[in-house]
């Protein structure tokens, strides 16, 4: 199992951006698919956006315009870059990977982003 560790959580004031960061370790990355997930207070954590060990980006309705994910296979990280922040997207933000081939998986520690005035 890898370790994965996410920074550039904090806060910012609606419209603002932030950029998340995932490095991870212990892990063949190029062959992760790799996915930030995110979980607010009292509810179930959701899958925000997913970028394949192939460079395919998908991402849920909620954020499509606003997040791009991408990631680096020679630094093994994978980047959130947020936009146009609302409040509604406060949460811890987790980094996770599943390796394509054995359905591995990994979780990171999370990261809080706060989004208010």
């Known amino acids: 199992q890898g370790r994965l560790v996410e920074s550039g959580g904090g806060f910012v004031q609606p419209g603002g951006s932030l950029r998340l960061s995932c490095a991870a370790s212990?892990?063949?990355?190029?062959?992760?698919?790799m996915s930030w997930y995110r979980q607010a207070p009292g509810e179930q954590r959701d899958l925000v956006a997913t970028?394949?060990?192939?460079?395919?980006?998908n991402y849920t309705d909620d954020v499509k315009g606003r997040f791009i994910i991408s990631r680096d296979n020679t630094k093994n990280t994978v980047d959130l870059q947020m936009n146009s922040l609302k409040p509604e997207d406060t949460a811890i933000y987790y980094c996770?990977?599943?390796?394509?081939?054995?359905?591995?998986?990994?979780w990171g520690q999370g990261t809080q982003v706060t989004v208010a005035s």
């Open positions: 996770h990977a599943r390796r394509t081939n054995t359905g591995s998986t990994s």
């Open positions: 212990g892990i063949i990355f190029s062959v992760n698919d």
């Open positions: 970028i394949t060990s192939r460079g395919r980006a």
